[in-house]
Structures are given as structure tokens and as C-alpha cells.
């Protein structure tokens, strides 16, 4: 732990790897610790001790990084997803990884914003030769590479649900210690300190300059506010809500009434302002009521401002870097689903349903993550999974048709025809040998 140092934000990770030492040593499981941007800090081992990291994709699942760079770097993404999940479900959240080993994220809160997270894991609560059967199934293991994947699950504890549960909850409990810190509240009384310093530059700005038009309140200043609430950019928010403040102040004659009148406009504004910029409208909705319940019991001004910094702070967290994974665990869900049942006649509105959603808001986010359509997706797994058919059986074409849930041979080998380039029956005599074409990275287009 000597090359480990404190972190931005008040948090002390040589603190706070030293608490995940003893909880890992107890578990007998990994964990490690990131931080608000989903940088891993250090890594804690079953015996309880913990290292720097070996590289960037450190702490990743380590099934997901033998499968490649993009699987490792989308896992630690959903790390960090959970860890904003988190604070919403009581302070933990536990998650799958796309192989069904099994997670938990605990975030580290100072001053109502995420400062880090602790997160335990993996381990598995299935059988690893389901785990081995589903990724032959799928195609995606590469080539030599299933007796070292089989070794790494053999190395991993396996779990009941009930105590990966209670390893859960011991663990936000420890992150809730290590978020009160005593150098959590001192960087939070810098903050507030530089603040106020800010608003009264401003404040004095106005004075100088009695021209109406500069006294009076600056929309355009609130409309680049909310701007940036939805870009997620946290710096330039917290410079345009204190010129907004000082000018509400300098107006207002410091009246803590009219202050805190404003101030509740400026939360309705903020929220929608996040809601645009794709936070969860369940989560921001929550957070209005709260918010507009704690402001009626704040008297000082000062206090009002730094609570206010502290509201914009928070909805840009929720926007700021999570964009590609804001809905990782609607969509992980609905993979496994498709996955799972692709043989039937699955529609998008019968996964919508499996992820407890409306088919009008699951198409729009399948939309926007997977930028394809829904059949488009649904026929590459089906093609997929029928090539490792071909390549590995004799079963007829019009038998493969069906296993794949195609209702006739000659649809079935239309649509392998569209994707992969040649008939079915020319890729079994080629032994899935296309010369010339790279088919593994290829996007997925079209209605088929």
C-alpha cells in the first residue's frame, strides 16, 4: 500500500484500502477500490492484501477480460454504474456480469456526491460448466482459450445468494464509514468557503456597475446552466451557478425568503436540465421531493448557496460520464434474455416486458445503446449460434433452421446468406473458411 496516496475529493484511499484489507481477509473474496470516474486505486486479494494496480483494466471480471479489452473495459464501466445504483437501493448493488459471475458495489458518499467505491467480487453462484457451456454455445470464447477460463472459474469461490447478500451490505456499511472521514468535511468546508468567496466577487461586480441591464437577472447565464447540467460538466456548472447566485443575492437584499424561493425554481430547472441530459427520471423525481423537503429547513443564505452547489453537484453526477452505460443493467438483462430464448418467437415487446419495461421507452433505449434494430440483433445471435452448428454437426440445414427459430429453411438461409456473405451450405463446406472478409467486427444493419 506504500505507493498509494490520498485522492481528490477529500477521500483517503490508504484509509480506505485498509478497511477493504481486513473485510477481504474476513470474506475471503477480491475486492478493490475505484474511484469517481471509474479509475481502479487499489486491489485487495482474499488474504487481505492489497497492491496498486497492474494496468488499467485491473479489477475488471476477469472472465470478461480473457475475452477481451472491450468486455473488461465495459465491466469496469458498470462498475461505476452500479456505484451511482447504489446510493437508490440502500447503499449497495449487486450485479451480473454478461457471464453470470456475480459483483457488488458499495459507493463511498461526501458531502452528497460520490467520492469512490468499494467493490466485492466476482464470484460464482452457478455452476462453471454452465458458465463454459453458454460461452461455446455463443461463439465468444476464443479459440484454445476454454481450459484457462475453466482454471480461472475453479479459482473463484463460490457463494450462496443469502450470504452474497450479507457481503453486500457489511460492505456499504464500510463505505459508509470510510464517506465520513474527517478529510471528506474538510474539503467540503474548502469548497463551501471558496464559494462564498466567489459569490461575493460577484456581488461586488454588480455594485459597481448600475446599469440595468447588468443587474437584472441573467437568463442567458441560466440557460448556459442548464447546459451544462446535461453535458455533465461539473466545473462550468458550479462557475455559472455562483454568477446566477450572486446576482439572486445582490437582488434580493440577501432576504432569505426570496433566496430560497429562487432557489427552489433553480431545483425544478436543474432537474429537468439532468433529465434531458439522460438521467434516471425515477432517481431525479425521488431526489426533487427530498431536496424540496430539506430547503424549507435551511435559514442562512450562506447555507442555502452551498446547499444549492451541493443539488447541482449531485444532478450532474447522474448525467456526467455514464452515458454509454446509463442503462447497462436494463439491456444486460434483456441480453440474457434474448440469449436465452432466442430459438422462440421472441418479440421486443416480450423482452420489454421481461425488464419491466414499456415497449415504447425499451425500444427507445434499445435504440440508442445498440444502435440497431431489434430483428437486427436477434438474427445475428441466431447466425451466430447457427455457424457453430455448421461448423461443429451434421444436422441438416432444415433441422438448424429450426433450432435457431426460423420457421422455414428458405428464410433461415436468406437472412445467413444477408449476414454472413455465402449460403449456409457453401460456410459447412468451407468449414466456416470465408476468404477475404473479417466478419467479427462488423456492424450489424438492415431490417434482417
Not at 295 to 302: A, E, F, L, M, N
Not at 368 to 397: Q, S
Amino acid at each position: 500500500m506504500s505507493d498509494l496516496t490520498a485522492v481528490s475529493d477529500g477521500l483517503d484511499a490508504v484509509a480506505a484500502l485498509r478497511r477493504l484489507e481486513h473485510y477481504c481477509r474476513a470474506a475471503g473474496i477480491v475486492g478493490f477500490l475505484m474511484d469517481d470516474e471509474g479509475l481502479v486505486l487499489g486491489v485487495v486479494d482474499p488474504s487481505g492484501d492489497a497492491r496498486p494496480p497492474s494496468g488499467p483494466l485491473d479489477g475488471a471480471c476477469p472472465l470478461c477480460a480473457l475475452l477481451g479489452k472491450e468486455e473488461a473495459e465495459a465491466e469496469l464501466r458498470g462498475q461505476l454504474y452500479g456505484a451511482y445504483q447504489a446510493e437508490r437501493f440502500g447503499g449497495k448493488y449487486i450485479h451480473m456480469c454478461g457471464h453470470s459471475l456475480l459483483f457488488w458495489v458499495a459507493p463511498i458518499m461526501a458531502d452528497g456526491a460520490l467520492r469512490a467505491a468499494f467493490v466485492g467480487g466476482p464470484v460464482m453462484v452457478v455452476d462453471s460448466a454452465e458458465i463454459l457451456a453458454d460461452l461455446r454455445a455463443s461463439g465468444r470464447l476464443p479459440p484454445g482459450r476454454e481450459e484457462e477460463a475453466r482454471a480461472l472459474l475453479e479459482g473463484l469461490p463460490t457463494i450462496s445468494p443469502r450470504r452474497s447478500t450479507s457481503l453486500a451490505e457489511l460492505l456499504a456499511d464500510l463505505a459508509a464509514v470510510s464517506g465520513g472521514a474527517m478529510p471528506a468535511r474538510l474539503e467540503a468546508a474548502r469548497q463551501r468557503e471558496e464559494q462564498q468567496s466567489r459569490i461575493s466577487e460577484r456581488i461586488q461586480e454588480l455594485k459597481g456597475d448600475r446599469e440595468p441591464k447588468t443587474a437584472s437577472y441573467p437568463i442567458e447565464k441560466e440557460r448556459e446552466l442548464l447546459n451544462a447540467i446535461s453535458r455533465g460538466s461539473k466545473a462550468e456548472s458550479q462557475r455559472l451557478l455562483n454568477e446566477i447566485l450572486g446576482h439572486i443575492f445582490f437582488s434580493s437584499g440577501q432576504n432569505p425568503a426570496v433566496i430560497r424561493a429562487r432557489a427552489l425554481e433553480l431545483v425544478v430547472l436543474l432537474s429537468r436540465a439532468a433529465l434531458d441530459g439522460g438521467a434516471d427520471i425515477e432517481r431525479i423525481f425521488d431526489l426533487d421531493f427530498t431536496y424540496l423537503n430539506q430547503i424549507q429547513k435551511i435559514r442562512s443564505v450562506d447555507d442555502i448557496a452551498h446547499w444549492l452547489s451541493r443539488v447541482m453537484v449531485r444532478f450532474t453526477d447522474l448525467v456526467f460520464n455514464l452515458q454509454d452505460v446509463k442503462h447497462a443493467d436494463v439491456m444486460m438483462k434483456a441480453l440474457r434474455h434474448i440469449n436465452s430464448r432466442f430459438a422462440e418467437a421472441i418479440t421486443l415487446d416480450e423482452v420489454a416486458d421481461a425488464v419491466s419495461l414499456s415497449p415504447t421507452y425499451f425500444s427507445k433505449i434499445w435504440n440508442e445503446e445498440m444502435k440497431c434494430r431489434f430483428t437486427a440483433y436477434l438474427n445475428k445471435v441466431r447466425i451466430d449460434r447457427g455457424k457453430v452448428l455448421l461448423r461443429t454437426t451434421d444436422t441438416p440445414l432444415v433441422e438448424i433452421a429450426g433450432i435457431l427459430g426460423y420457421e422455414d429453411q428458405s428464410y433461415f438461409t436468406k437472412v445467413f446468406k444477408k449476414l454472413v456473405g455465402q449460403s449456409p451450405g457453401r460456410f459447412r463446406e468451407s468449414a466456416g473458411r470465408i476468404p477475404g472478409r473479417d466478419l467479427r467486427n462488423e456492424e450489424i444493419h438492415g431490417d434482417y
